[in-house]
T-cell receptor, first 112, second 112 residues
Framework: NAGVTQTPKFQVLKTGQSMTLQCAQD?????MSWYRQDPGMGLRLIHY???????DQGEVPNGYNVSRSTTEDFPLRLLSAAPSQTSVYFC???????????FGQGTRLTVV | DAKTTQPPSMDCAEGRAANLPCNHS???????VYWYRQIHSQGPQYIIH???NNETNEMASLIITEDRKSSTLILPHATLRDTAVYYC?????????????FGKGTRLSVIA
């Protein structure tokens, strides 16, 4: 029973590089979302999806792209990494109204 | 705009009840109150949620005032493992697309 799996757990990027953070869930949830958390701060919503083929922007979408080609996967792409994107990224599955959300263990990204 | 107000930090003696307050004076009739917690940079964990009535599960109790403008999360017998940041979130119940938006939460320290 994997739940929500995020890969990689740690990543160091150079400024300007691109990469994809992976998120997979095995609970058949329609709703998935991505958050970032900076040191000492709460979580901020980047993008979310209510089902395959449907995505929408959250509070801080600039610099990130998402797609949802399957129910199981919701990758987050950094187009051109910047030091301001150094953060911990959390993927969540489920959590539509009156249900709980399940979070992955996070990806710790450092951009140098 | 923040929909909830929580104290930034609280202490609680181990074995005693931890009572975490949340003010949501602008809550609408169709908005749920959710509680999540985050233990030391892990992914957030769902605790409980409610609309009007008090709720109890194996983790905690949620007491919502009659006017619904505030609520209290109660951990009946706090342990050291309950040390975490606790987030109170309000969210509409009539829109499946409404994401979870986190504030800064309350940092609960359980002291031996």
């Amino acid at each position: 029973n994997a739940g929500v799996t995020q890969t990689p757990k740690f990543q160091v990027l150079k400024t300007g590089q691109s990469m994809t953070l992976q998120c997979a869930q095995d609970m058949n949830h329609e709703y998935m979302s991505w958050y970032r958390q900076d040191p000492g701060m709460g979580l901020r919503l980047i993008h979310y999806s209510v089902g395959a083929g449907i995505t929408d922007q959250g509070e801080v979408p600039n610099g990130y792209n998402v797609s949802r080609s399957t129910t199981e996967d919701f990758p987050l792409r950094l187009l051109s990494a910047a030091p301001s994107q150094t953060s911990v990224y959390f993927c969540a599955s489920g959590g539509l109204v009156d249900t709980e959300a399940f979070f992955g263990q996070g990806t710790r990204l450092t951009v140098v | 705009d923040a929909k909830t107000t929580q104290p930034p930090s609280m202490d609680c003696a181990e074995g005693r009840a931890a009572n975490l307050p949340c003010n949501h004076s602008t809550i609408s009739g169709n908005e749920y109150v959710y509680w999540y917690r985050q233990i030391h940079s892990q992914g957030p964990q769902y605790i409980i949620h409610g609309l009007k009535n008090n709720e109890t599960n194996e983790m905690a109790s949620l007491i919502i005032t009659e006017d619904r403008k505030s609520s209290t999360l109660i951990l009946p017998h706090a342990t050291l493992r309950d040390t975490a940041v606790y987030y109170c979130i309000v969210r509409a119940s009539n829109s499946g697309n409404t994401p979870l938006v986190f504030g800064k939460g309350t940092r609960l320290s359980v002291i031996a």
